[in-house]
């Protein structure tokens, strides 16, 4: 599975951003899904994630009321709709995806693929 990020970039505090991840080679049923994030000189953290269902969703307090993960089968693509964003929020976002079911999924070290990240800035 290839995983493909985009819609990162500069967005006032406030403001919204909706950042996709393009799955090929991979079905995203077959999949659980998760966001994470790093800035510069922090380690990376978790954000969101989907369950393999697509029901159960999964949140970073820091994230809760201000960000929604979903996904478009048909179109194989998983987003991390995110408003309200505060400066804190600026990192460089990842997508990553899990084959097997029963695992933490804030947990970013049980996931198998991950995407290159695209890069978010709140200015303030």
């Known amino acids: 599975v290839q995983l493909q990020a985009s819609g990162g970039g500069l967005v006032q505090n406030g403001g919204s951003l909706r950042l996709s991840c393009a799955a090929s080679?991979?079905?995203?049923?077959?999949?659980?899904w998760g966001w994470f994030r790093q800035a510069p000189g922090k380690e990376r953290e978790f954000v969101a994630a989907?369950?393999?269902?697509?029901?159960?969703?999964y949140y970073a307090d820091s994230v809760k009321g201000r960000f929604t993960v979903s996904r478009d089968n048909a179109k194989n693509t998983v987003y991390l709709q995110m408003s309200s964003l505060k400066a804190e929020d600026s990192a460089i976002y990842y997508c990553?995806?899990?084959?097997?079911?029963?695992?933490?999924?804030?947990?970013?070290?049980?996931?198998?693929?991950w995407g290159q990240g695209t890069q978010v800035t709140v200015s303030s």
């Open positions: 989907l369950s393999w269902s697509g029901t159960n969703k």
């Open positions: 990553a995806a899990r084959r097997l079911m029963g695992a933490q999924l804030e947990d970013l070290n049980v996931y198998d693929y």
């Open positions: 080679g991979g079905t995203l049923t077959a999949h659980a």
